[in-house]
């Protein structure tokens, strides 16, 4: 059996990979090709950025639980965010699941399911404010936190071309979507490989 770490760390490789190989498919079914359907709903960009923000789910979920480490609301935070978009990502209405499962994972009940995690964790870090404020100071000055940023970026990018009137707008908006979640990827598998000190106790 692999070492944790290992098997972290190959799953991390995999998943650039991944990326890397969905991004030059998509450039080559859309300006090679002429063929834009790779980024329709369910195609194969939106399930890529779904398999990752998956990942990204589970391993933060795993990091936060455990024990040892003092910057587990960094990973707490993560799983909030991945949740959150995956929730954005994903039309739960389009499946067969449980009607209470649709509610709240949707309009208005994912709204406040939402609002209400995002509470909880900040009254949480209300609680330890002086260290997690240290502690949030010393991950946006490191790489990890750049990375966050920067995927926040490509998000914003992403969105953008909603409004530009081209032809390969979509595919643009999706492809910026999945190197957004890459980075938010990559900054979740360091942090679970390299825990954030501060120089403050808990």
Known sequence: MLPINTLDKRIYSFALLGIFI????????????????????????????????????????????????????????????????????????????????????????????????FLVISLYAISKFRFYFDLGGVFFKSKVGISLILSGVFLVLGSLFEDIDIRANVVMEECLELIAYGLFFRAIAVVARKEVRSSRHI
């Open 22 to 117: 969905v991004l030059l498919w998509s450039m080559i079914s859309c300006f090679v090709f002429n063929d834009y359907s790779i980024a329709q709903e369910n195609g194969l960009i939106e399930n890529s950025q779904f398999i990752i923000l998956l990942i990204a789910l589970l391993l933060s979920l795993k990091t936060s639980l455990q024990r040892f480490r003092k910057d587990k609301i960094i990973s707490v935070f993560f799983a909030f965010l991945s949740l959150g978009f995956i929730l954005r990502e994903v039309d739960l209405e389009d499946f067969n699941l449980p009607f209470w499962l649709i509610a709240m994972g949707s309009g208005t009940g994912r709204t406040v399911l939402l609002v209400s995690l």
